[in-house]
């Protein structure tokens, strides 16, 4: 049974930083792309940051290019995403997602797993 489990989320200040985890099981990991998609509340869930499977190529969103880094360790079967310069407008629940494919895809409907999300609350 494939899990996806995200870690790390909380309330933090504007201009702070956060950063997410995402564990892994049940999955040939080292195989699948890696997503992080954010959906705030009366909103669509969104792309935000994408790493293929063997962490050469990373995407970003245009709202957080610049603020948030993805990275992975195949080893431990874990993705990251670093936020930092965080604002109000990133208030969000976070997933992270796989996708069995080589590049990450900005399509919800491209990823096979999902996490159940964690909670990121900026203040201002």
């Known amino acids: 049974q494939v899990q996806l489990v995200e870690s790390g989320g909380g309330l933090v200040q504007a201009g702070g930083s956060l950063r997410l985890s995402c564990a892994a099981t049940?999955?040939?990991?080292?195989?699948?792309?890696m997503g992080w998609f954010r959906q705030a509340p009366g909103k669509e869930r969104e792309f935000i940051s994408g790493?293929?499977?063997?962490?050469?190529?990373?995407y970003y969103a245009d709202s957080v290019k610049g603020r948030f880094t993805i990275s992975r360790d195949n080893a431990k079967n874990t993705v990251d995403l670093q936020m930092n310069s965080l604002k109000p407008d990133d208030t969000a629940v976070y997933y992270c997602a796989a996708a069995s494919k080589y590049s990450p895809s900005w399509l919800r409907l491209e990823y096979d797993y999902w996490g159940q999300g964690t909670q990121v609350t900026v203040s201002s």
């Open positions: 049940g999955l040939t990991f080292s195989r699948y792309a």
């Open positions: 790493i293929s499977w063997n962490e050469l190529n990373t």
